[in-house]
């Protein structure tokens, strides 16, 4: 160690050995004791003795400096005794508070969604527009303040206004929080540092740009802690005051940040009784700095006045249920139904409702989704500090923190990363605390080499900056994406313009709240009635085919939700209607409208060992007809009508959405199913997608049957044109043999697609950057070692670059694979693929014969990140990726509780809710199921939904199995599968190798 860091080391020790002593001499006299009260972290009683005495005395833990006013080599200046700092409305702080309100401002703005929203968010864009009743505990607060940005003469509709009421009060919290570290440390680097913690959490910001009550929640928990912060610090230098000036002790105290506190507090807890968890511990908190409090009911006037006023919000409830106001209920008006509206006595059963200890787990996930490792360290050594040198404020904020924690990760709600709102705000205080400590450190001018030290003074407070700027810019991209998306108009109003006169849309909450929107505010089909299903307390399905009995009879319906074995108990046909389902009571026998018409003259396709080849040319040329797309016959059993594809170029791993119209050309004796693949121009098979399986009892002949395929093009795709094709097999047939045309194909091509290079970056567990000479430059690595004796290696490439050979090689140089990367322009990127023996540790880009350079200094073979145990990687769609997994090692006891770990990464900010279903099954020698153990869950046990996630989402998901006691010594296998939790659609694994269901392991069970 340098030995100016040395000393600048020992300095800092030295003094906390001294301040942990409790000795510190004093020659400076009475100002210096008094400055040290006005900077105290307590209030301890007057000392009388004579100015400039010196004397060795003992401070009482009490009477410490304020975490971040400490200063090195003994110098006890505090911030409290600059005017510019003690006073906070001088210019250059309100300066810094309107600078960092309109920067938050900006960005949340500039990454608003444009439009309206579903479930939650779509219910307060319309109680906001229309005056309404959201859903317990009323939000009257909210849809006041709601109301009147809705009805500002500013952006394109009152959904976009609503949006932006969450931007404002967001960037105040900012703001607020800012002004707040800054007072409580002394420090403009703590301010900024607990601002872009806040402000750059993944949940902070998705809550800041969307229509949300969680700005708010966390903006009084800001103002509760602010208030408590500075009437303590305002109780201090009162008292330092009082011995400056010998004053007695009858003084009227300054209790404007008591009635504050309770203000904030009672509008916080009207607003959302979540705060009460904290709150406890800010009552606790307020009477240990100010005991005399509990002395002195004169004192209590002005908050209780205070809290009373706080509660006037709630008259609004009564008023608009009385009026009859939009989703309120109809009891609102009554005492019972406000007390059980107010309440929000129907949740009362999801608290506490799980086991705190087996949530634990969960709590790392939970903060690295909202932070990075850089800023949860500072957390924590911010706590460790304050725990040592301030315990009081260590509970405030320590203890905040724990509570609200606690509560939640024991509440049984799917939206546990929302709910810890008021737990980031401490958070980001605690990160302020050693940054304001840091700055607040004093350079000796004795000191050898004081510049050097001021360097690295420096260089740390830039770390802990740059952490909180890293975690913006990470956060950026997706937020700018979502900020484009119309994802929810999309859905409701197609889904409404398309519906049937008169019809009836039983929607789930997620739909419903759009739907409503689109009709109340913006008058779009009033004929159609959209009807939430709520739960029954009974099986959910059942409910669900319960509302559609009791409507079929009446009115066209339309169901948003599929539950594949209920309703295929049912009598009726379920036909795509978009994403939701038209459900008809008779058949179709006439094809849909918008069917682009095409001739196809058809060769023939051949299986060899599972890829496709190629055995004549094919040939398509569009018409100007207007009659179906294809008249096919496939084995004189399935007629093809026509077929709509959204869109004729794709990007790998984004979804091609296939409408396909076909009919039964005869009644059929053996069930029947149909697949929609994508062929590259070697004829392999380059896509994933879900097959549609029709039991024969349940398709009449001449009967016109939609289906809806989405096709993804591999991850690992090269860009090309590819053929679209479809077909159709016998699925309960030995070999589920295909049915063929009269010429003998067993597929019919319908187009071709032409596949560009992804204009997405893969996210991957092994960052790297290896730029090749000429390009393109190597962003990353990872490997699949889900097949048993392969490991899977893919690549990550990004443009500019020219086509080139790759070699894999192990450590001793010997060639393990080739393949090629295509030609990339700037912002394209690809991945490549290949299947090895096992990992290589090298990899070379080849010009002719001779190796490329890289990164201009280097030649030869550049180093791979090696994998690490349980590493896959398995890309689902284009939404998420299985990147390792933590299984049982050795043989599985009967009557033994398993976990499954799955670690995923998000590719891009979601907008559909997926479940992850796991499974334990073990096999008979014959292939049957001997017993079956599955478990399907929202990921993180719930605690984070797949529609929080954005782009690079680390989140890992747990999942408890148990092996039967009476299981029999068989293999058993795990599985996954991950669906639409609306649709119950399969998101489909992008891995040729493994089918709809991925493998997660083999493991024997022992004998008994």
């Known amino acids: 160690m340098p030995p100016s860091i040395d000393r600048f080391t020992g300095c800092i020790l030295g003094q906390a050995v001294g301040d942990a002593l409790g000795f510190r001499r004093d020659h400076r006299g009475h100002q210096r004791r008094v400055q040290r009260y006005r900077g105290c972290a307590g209030e301890p009683g007057p000392r009388r003795h004579r100015p400039g005495q010196p004397r060795l005395r003992r401070t009482p833990r009490l009477g410490r400096a304020p975490v971040g006013a400490q200063t090195s080599c003994a110098t006890h200046e505090t911030p409290m005794t600059k005017p510019r700092i003690r006073n906070p409305q001088s210019a250059i702080s309100s300066l810094l508070i309107v600078s960092l309100f309109i920067g938050s401002l900006f960005i949340y703005t500039a990454t608003l969604l444009p439009d309206i929203l579903p479930a939650d968010s779509g219910e307060f864009q319309l109680v906001a527009a229309t005056a309404g009743v959201a859903h317990p505990p009323g939000y009257p ?138 709150a406890s511990v800010f009552i606790i908190y307020l009477t240990l700095v100010d005991p005399a409090l509990l002395r002195q009911p004169r004192r209590w006037l002005k908050p209780i006045g205070a809290f009373a006023l706080g509660l006037l919000v709630l008259v609004y409830l009564p008023l608009r249920g009385a009026a009859s106001a939009p989703l309120a209920p109809p009891d609102l008006a009554t005492l019972p139904g406000f007390l059980e509206h107010v309440l929000a006595r129907g949740f009362r059963g999801d608290m506490f409702a799980l086991n705190l200890f087996d949530r634990l787990v969960l709590l790392p996930t939970l903060l690295r989704f909202q932070f990075n490792p850089v800023l949860l360290l500072t957390a924590l050594l911010g706590a460790l500090l304050l725990l040592w040198r301030d315990r009081r404020l260590a509970l405030l904020l320590v203890g905040s923190f724990l509570v609200h924690t606690a509560a939640t990760l024991t509440y049984r709600a799917p939206q546990t990363v929302e709910y810890e709102m008021p737990a980031y705000v401490s958070l980001a205080l605690l990160v302020a605390i050693l940054c304001g400590a840091i700055s607040n450190l004093q350079i000796c001018k004795s000191a050898s080499k004081p510049a050097s030290l001021r360097v690295c003074k420096s260089a740390i407070l830039v770390i802990f900056l740059a952490a909180g700027l890293v975690n913006l810019t990470a956060h950026l991209p997706s937020y700018g994406a979502l900020s484009q998306s119309h994802d929810a108009r999309i859905y409701a109003e197609t889904l409404l313009r398309d519906a049937p006169a008169d019809a009836v849309i039983l929607s789930n909450w997620h739909w419903a709240t759009p739907m409503w929107y689109l009709q109340r505010v913006e008058g779009l089909r009033p004929d159609v009635t959209v009807r939430y299903v709520a739960p029954r307390g009974e099986p959910l399905a059942q409910t669900w085919v319960s509302m559609i009995e009791e409507h079929v009879p009446q009115q066209p319906v339309i169901v948003v939700r599929y539950f594949e074995h209920e309703y295929n108990d049912l009598p009726y046909r379920f036909e795509p209607l978009g994403e939701a389902f038209l459900v008809r009571t008779t058949p179709r026998f006439t094809p849909p409208p918008g069917l682009t018409p095409l001739d196809v003259t058809l060769g023939e396709f051949s299986v060899q060992n599972g890829m496709w080849s190629r055995l004549s040319s094919l040939s398509e040329r569009q018409t100007g007809k207007s009659a179906p797309l294809l008249h096919q016959e496939l084995g004189e059993q399935v007629v093809l009508l026509g077929y709509r594809l959204e869109t004729d170029g794709a990007e790998p791993s984004h979804p091609l959405v296939l409408t396909l119209a076909w009919s039964p050309a005869v009644t059929p004796m053996a069930d029947l199913a149909l697949f929609a693949q994508l062929l590259g121009p070697d004829g392999r098979l380059w896509s994933g997608a879900q097959d549609r399986l029709h039991p024969a009892d349940r398709l009449v002949a001449g009967e016109v049957v939609i289906e809806r395929f989405v096709v993804y093009p591999l991850l690992h795709a090269p860009p090309g044109d590819y053929v679209l094709i479809v077909g159709a097999y016998l699925p309960a047939e030995p070999g589920a043999p295909r049915l063929t045309t009269a010429d003998g194909a067993d597929a019919v091509r319908l187009t071709t697609v032409r596949l560009r290079p992804s204009t997405l970056r893969p996210v991957t567990r092994h960052p790297t950057f290896v730029r090749f000479a000429g390009g393109p430059t190597l962003i990353g690595a990872n490997y699949d070692t889900g097949v048993p004796g392969q490991v899977r290696v893919y690549l990550h490439w990004a443009g500019p670059g020219v086509e080139a050979t790759l070699r894999l090689l192990d450590a001793s140089g010997v060639v393990l694979g080739q393949g090629r990367v295509p030609t990339l322009e700037r912002g394209q990127y690809t991945t490549t693929a290949l299947d090895l023996s096992t990992a290589p540790t090298q990899v070379v880009l080849l010009d002719g014969d001779h190796p490329r350079r890289w990164n201009l200094l280097f030649s030869g073979a550049a180093p791979l990140p090696s994998p690490s145990p349980g590493e896959r990687y398995v890309p689902f769609g284009d939404a998420l990726v299985l990147v390792r997994f933590d299984g049982p090692t050795g043989d599985l006891e009967p009557g033994a509780d398993i976990t499954l770990g799955l670690h995923f990464l998000g590719v891009r900010p979601l907008e559909r809710d997926y479940v992850v279903s796991t499974a334990l099954t073990s096999l008979n020698p014959d292939g049957t199921w001997a017993w079956r153990d599955p478990h399907d869950s929202v990921p993180a046990l719930g605690a984070i939904p797949t529609l929080k996630w954005i782009r690079g989402s680390a989140v890992f998901d747990p999942h408890q199995l148990t092996v039967p006691s009476d299981a029999s010594p068989v293999p058993v296998v795990g599985s996954l599968v991950i669906y639409d939790h609306f649709t119950q659609t399969p998101l489909s694994p992008l891995d040729e190798r493994l089918g709809p269901v991925v493998p997660l392991g083999t493991w024997p069970v022992a004998s008994p």
């Open 141 to 278: 607060l909210y849809t006041m303040l709601g109301w009147l940005f809705a009805h500002l003469a500013v952006g394109p509709n009152p959904a976009w206004r609503v949006n932006l009421f969450s931007a404002v009060t967001a960037a105040a919290t900012v703001a607020l929080v800012f002004h707040t570290a800054r007072r409580m440390t002394g420090s403009a680097w703590g301010g900024l540092a607990a601002a872009l913690t806040l402000g750059s959490a993944t949940t902070f910001w998705a809550t800041a740009t969307t229509a949300s009550i969680r700005p708010l929640v966390a903006f009084f928990t800001a103002l509760c802690l602010h208030a408590l912060i500075t009437h303590r610090a305002s109780r201090i230098t009162q008292h330092a005051s009082r011995i400056m000036q010998h004053a007695t002790n009858s003084q009227p105290s300054n209790e404007r940040y008591l009635a504050l506190f309770a203000l904030s507090l009672s509008l916080g807890l009207t607003h959302h009784l979540s705060l009460l968890f904290p």
